[in-house]
């Protein structure tokens, strides 16, 4: 899934490990998101998007796979 979730971070200036603190994460986890190597829980995309006042959507592309 891609995600725009360094540019929201930029725009607010805010690095992975505040914003990882903010939502109960570790930076670690941020960065893997940020990579595209971790899918966030739903949980978590909500609080991230709660944490920028956005929506889901703003943050994350998803497409489904072809079958």
Do not use: H
Not at 22 to 33: F, P
Not at 51 to 56: A, G, K, L, N, Q
Request: charged content about 35%; hydrophobic content about 40%.
């Amino acid at each position: 899934m891609e995600n725009d979730l360094k540019v929201w971070r930029a725009k607010r200036d805010v690095t992975q490990g505040e914003l990882a603190d903010e939502v109960g994460v570790s930076r670690q986890t941020i960065n893997a998101i940020e990579r595209g190597r971790y899918d966030p829980s739903l949980e978590l995309a909500f609080e991230l998007a709660a944490f920028f006042d956005c929506r889901i959507e703003d943050l994350f592309d998803y497409e489904a796979e072809n079958e």
